[in-house]
């Protein structure tokens, strides 16, 4: 998992078909299955250091769709929370798991 895969697929997510539409290019069970892949990637990086940049990244690139509204948070939320657990260590991960808090309430 790369961060230009991750601009790639948030920049297909955001952007509609021509005219205006409100469907977007990709929907949004890709965009759910692509986050699954990037929390397994997180996950499965045995040197810390690689895996801490590709959390930190994740956990912005999640924040984004969030914000923008793209995902749901009910679609995603007990999975991202797990994963917000499993590195709170992480500044990103701790602020991504306040965002879902605060928009599940």
């Not at 069970?29 to 699954?36: D, G, M, R, S």
């Amino acid at each position: 998992m790369t961060l230009h895969t991750m601009e790639v697929v948030n920049r297909l997510a955001t952007y509609h078909v021509s005219g205006g539409g409100k469907e977007p290019i990709l929907h949004a069970e890709y965009v759910n299955l692509f986050i699954t892949s990037c929390i397994a990637s997180c996950e499965n990086i045995p040197d810390r250091n690689s895996q801490n940049r590709l959390v930190r990244l994740v956990c912005v690139f999640i924040q984004s769709l969030l914000r923008n509204s793209i995902i749901h948070v009910q679609d995603i939320y007990f999975e991202v929370q797990a994963f917000c657990i499993e590195f709170s260590r992480i500044r990103e991960a701790a602020a991504l798991f306040k965002l879902l808090k605060a928009s599940q309430a």
